[in-house]
């Protein structure tokens, strides 16, 4: 029986027939599970969604969604994303990505889509490091990694995901950990949601070269303290008992508070405002929790929008033939 | 100039980059069009925009040959120079025939100018030009009398003689001024301006008129040129890139993505597509040659075609896509129009080194179609037919057109939709598949695949750049898989090869000598061989370069020698030599500029001699 002649397709109808072959533990598999999780409660049409990526562990995504997907080559997903949603608006685009794919190789592309706000939804599976070349450190690796191509550790500062897309002009920023189903499956499903290129950084554990590399904020040691999800126009709580605040000193420079006593003190949570989102961005995660959900989101206009809208959606109602003998042209008899 | 019958003249317009000498040219192109002569141009200009005003590398060139039936190319050495400053002077000295007439704008001969242009001496005192006949006009103190009354600034009057030697030219040529009038008038927003345009126009004119005599001014005479009737226009290869794409669309139903990144020689077929709308082809300028190719694929994979458009710096940045493009088997049309190299080298000069590029240069066996532009209204059919090959055997294909090409213009006969060639686009219908293997159901004929379009319900298939498993399209690392999968893309290629029009010649004189060419010299050895007596070569130009045509190998063995012209070290020759084992000799060029006649005859010459 075909999929189509349901009438409710459930996250197993999402899946393809193809062996899903990420090293056990990996954090792609939770990713993948709340991503047919959220199709299905989205009810997307299969037919009606496609699935890009580049090279990496991640771009190994599409092959297990039954959807339509696209593999291509490294850097270059949301390139090749954008010429499908420009030939045909109605798709549903996501982009899979990493830390190497999206902001090594494919730094350029990533930084074009999202200024020019394309309406698809990116996501980027960072673990900080290099996992399907064995590996080497990776442009979000922190300082000082060692790796087998940095026996040292390595020199370079790492690129902040989500502020490389804020200084690009995003509409939408957000971040979720791969194990995090509820938190994650709410950032996906507001990125469908939102008209425009969505980011979506999602912190996903390499088992095999970067293991528990962001257990401070994501392990079960580091709980709620560690971890500030926010929820727009809620005040911005952390902790076990939600006792703890975001706040600003008088200097601006964050501080936290005690929420029990000082309620009014704690910073609501205002996904539109830029400035607020690249303080959240800004945390220095040693003293303050990791803030999670959707960072940073206001709609702009589509870049396929005005496209279409000025460029009529490749209709055809003249003849090039009658362009040129509308030129300057003589007859010869 | 040649006989009475066949009358051509070649004129060359140098100055300063921003004398406005292109507009010049192009618009005494239109003059003659009207006048029903025969013309082709070459536009020649530096790769710096304005470069300072004097100076030798800032100069900018036009030149242009009308009359006659036969001319096919710009021409040699010039009948007629005008030269604007010294520096213009200088350095197109060497393209003037002795004897020549040069008209100089004396007004720029300065102290200053002459010692920017290199100039110990004033040239046109010293006597140092004898062997030319030189007239010199004071081109700019005209210009500030004919405005004298004008509220324009100084610089702004100066910059209108390029009109006023455009009116005195049109006076030699006998031409109708009126359609140039009409021109200014709806090209110069500002009134002023235009007012003071085409007051210098018809000074320039009378000029001729007041001091024909005096100062020796020649009334020069062209022959008319032999068209079939028709409607014609005059087309310039870069738009006849971008018209053949439109008329693709017409042809297959299918809209066009032209995802292209600014560089010379290419941007003007986006600039050409970006204007006009309506047509089923939209542009979209990406951030660079990678995405513009990446947005082509992604465009195709959705089910329109995606086009890309570049020069050979940029094709080098595509390669990597174009193997993706391969090996997903999406249709894909990749233009390059050459230029010289390697690396970014000369930006604005013709050459046809990206051959090699072209068929080899990718990772893996990655065979490609390869087609090249004979000439400038040749760019409408290649397109056409290279739209309709990536189509029909869902494969990338690579059109090769180049610099000289993309900006010369040549009278062209507009052709009705009926009259352009097609190809049986078959589609594949067959259901026996749902979902992932119904992309993979391959055409019998072609070999190509089912182009499914995401948005069809059911037929949800994943492809990409890994090794495809030869009947599901499922990811395969099966080592005979790879080689059926190689065989089969290599296979394709020769269904395609069987689908090519026979290869013809296009001058059979039964002669043992043949001249094997390719790309943008079709015209200029036309026209060696139509006007120059007594050659004794046959003359084979290739369109379809890679497959070659199936007939080919046999129709060449006949020979006893194979010229092979081309403006790069021998590429083709290398190339029809490792296919046909035949020995060629190689006739190569690399200066920035294409044959002459003179040179191709001087050859065709000398296999005569070595025989």
Redesign the interface.
């Known amino acids: 029986m ?3 002649d349901k009438t409710n397709l459930s996250p197993k109808d999402y899946a ?3 062996e899903v072959r990420w090293c056990p533990g990996c954090g792609d598999y939770a990713i993948l599970k709340t991503m047919t999780q959220t199709l299905s409660k989205l009810q997307l ?4 969604t ?1 699935f ?2 580049g090279i990496g562990c991640a771009a190994r995504f ?2 297990y ?9 490294h850097g ?1 997903a949301p ?10 608006p ?2 549903s685009v996501w982009v899979i990505t990493g830390d190497g794919d999206g902001l090594s190789i494919g730094g ?2 990533l ?2 889509a999202l200024r020019r706000n394309i309406d698809i939804n990116i996501l980027l599976f960072n673990n900080e490091i290099y996992g399907l070349t064995k590996g080497q450190f990776s442009p979000t690796s922190r300082l000082n990694t060692r790796s087998p191509s940095s026996p040292e550790g390595s020199l370079d500062s790492p690129v902040p995901p989500c502020k490389f897309a804020l200084g690009s002009g995003a509409s939408f920023i957000a971040r979720a950990i791969d194990k995090d189903k509820k938190g994650l499956g709410m950032v996906l499903e507001r990125s469908y949601e939102h008209k425009g290129a969505t980011f979506t950084e999602i912190l996903q554990n390499c088992i095999v070269y970067n293991d528990g590399v962001f257990n401070d904020h994501t392990g079960k040691e580091a709980g709620l303290d560690k971890q500030l999800h926010l929820v727009h126009g809620q005040p911005m709580l952390f902790g076990e008992d939600k006792q703890f605040g975001l706040a600003l000193d008088l200097d601006l420079s964050p501080i936290i508070v005690d929420a029990k006593k000082e309620l009014s003190k704690v910073l609501i949570h205002d996904e539109t405002n830029e400035m607020l989102a690249l303080m959240l961005m800004n945390l220095n995660t040693n003293q303050f929790p990791m803030a999670f959900g959707v960072i940073y989101a206001k709609p702009k206009n589509t870049f396929e929008n005005d ?1 279409h809208q000025k ?2 959606r ?8 009658d ?3 509308n ?7 | 100039m040649s006989s009475d019958q066949e009358k051509s003249v070649i004129i060359r317009f140098a100055g300063d980059s921003g004398d406005g000498v292109q507009l010049l040219g192009s618009q005494f192109l239109k003059t003659s069009a009207e006048s029903k002569e025969n013309f082709l141009t070459f536009p020649d200009f530096p790769a710096e925009i304005r470069a300072p005003a004097g100076t030798t590398f800032g100069v900018s060139a036009y030149q242009l040959q009308v009359g006659g039936i036969h001319i096919a190319s710009p021409g040699d050495k010039a009948d007629v120079l005008v030269a604007f400053n010294p520096a213009a002077l200088i350095t197109n000295l060497q393209y003037v025939k002795e004897s020549g007439l040069i008209l100089v704008n004396e007004d720029t001969f300065t102290e200053r100018n002459l010692s920017k242009a290199g100039y110990d001496k004033n040239p046109l005192v010293d006597g140092s030009l004898g062997l030319f006949q030189m007239i010199r006009l004071p081109i700019s103190s005209q210009v500030g009398e004919a405005l004298k009354d004008s509220d324009l600034s100084k610089s702004e009057i100066e910059r209108t003689k390029n009109f006023w030697a455009l009116g005195l030219i049109s006076w030699m040529f006998d031409r109708n001024i009126d359609s140039l009038t009409e021109w200014i008038n709806n090209k110069f927003k500002n009134n002023n301006i235009s007012n003071a345009n085409i007051k210098t126009l018809e000074a320039g004119y009378s000029y001729g008129d007041i001091h024909e005599i005096e100062q020796k001014i020649p009334k020069l005479y062209t022959s008319k040129g032999a068209f079939d009737a028709g409607t014609y226009t005059a087309i310039k290869g870069s738009d006849a890139m971008a018209y053949g794409l439109a008329a693709a669309v017409e042809i297959t139903n299918i809209p066009i993505l032209f995802c292209s990144y600014p560089i010379t020689p290419a941007s003007p077929v986006l600039h050409s597509l970006a204007k006009h709308k309506d047509l089923g082809v939209e542009t979209f300028q990406a951030e660079d040659e990678i995405a513009a190719i990446c947005s082509a694929i992604g465009a195709s994979y959705a089910g329109i075609l995606g086009v890309t458009s570049s020069s050979g710096p940029g094709i080098a940045l595509k390669t990597e896509a174009m193997g993706l493009a391969l090996s997903a088997e999406l249709p894909l049309v990749i233009i390059n129009s050459q230029r010289g190299g390697p690396s970014t080298g000369l930006p604005t000069k013709t050459e046809q080194s990206d051959l090699n590029q072209a068929i080899y240069g990718r990772n893996g066996d990655a065979p490609i179609p390869v087609i090249a532009s004979s000439s400038p209204s040749d760019n409408f059919y290649t397109a056409i037919e290279a739209v309709q090959i990536a189509i029909k055997y869902m494969t990338p294909v690579l059109l090769l057109t180049d610099g000289y090409i993309a900006n010369a213009s040549e009278p062209w006969m507009i052709p009705s939709i009926n009259d352009i060639p097609k190809l049986d686009l078959v589609t594949n219908t067959s259901t026996e598949h749902t979902s992932q293997a119904k992309a993979f159901e391959r055409n019998s004929e072609t070999l190509a695949r089912t182009w499914i379009k995401p948005g069809t319900p059911n037929e949800m298939y994943r492809t990409g750049g890994l090794e495809k498993d030869v009947l599901t399209g499922n990811i395969s690392y099966d080592p005979a898989n790879h080689q059926a999968m190689t065989d089969l893309r290599f296979k394709k290629i020769a269904c395609l090869q069987q689908d090519l029009p026979e290869q013809k010649l296009s001058r059979n004189n039964g002669s043992k000598n043949l001249i094997l060419s390719w790309g943008s010299t079709y015209g200029v050895i036309q026209e060696t061989l139509n006007t120059c007596e007594n050659l004794n070569a046959d003359h084979l130009h290739l369109r379809h370069i890679y497959p070659l045509p199936a007939n080919f190998t046999e129709l060449v063995q006949c020979y006893e020698k194979i010229l092979v012209p081309e403006l790069n070290q021998g590429q083709l020759a290398k190339y029809i030599q490792a296919e046909t084992s035949r020995e060629v000799i190689s006739f190569s060029k690399v200066t920035g500029q294409p044959f002459t006649v003179d040179e191709i005859k001087e050859r065709i010459v000398g296999l005569e001699g070595t025989k």
């Open positions: 075909n999929n189509q393809s027939s193809q049409k299969k037919e009606d496609v890009v990526s599409p092959y969604l039954d959807t339509y997907g696209f593999h291509t080559i270059r390139a090749v994303a954008t010429g499908v949603k420009l030939a045909n109605n798709l350029n592309h930084m074009h496209f460029q009529n490749f209709k055809r109602d003249k003849s090039v033939l362009i040129l003998k030129g300057t042209t003589w007859k010869v008899d």
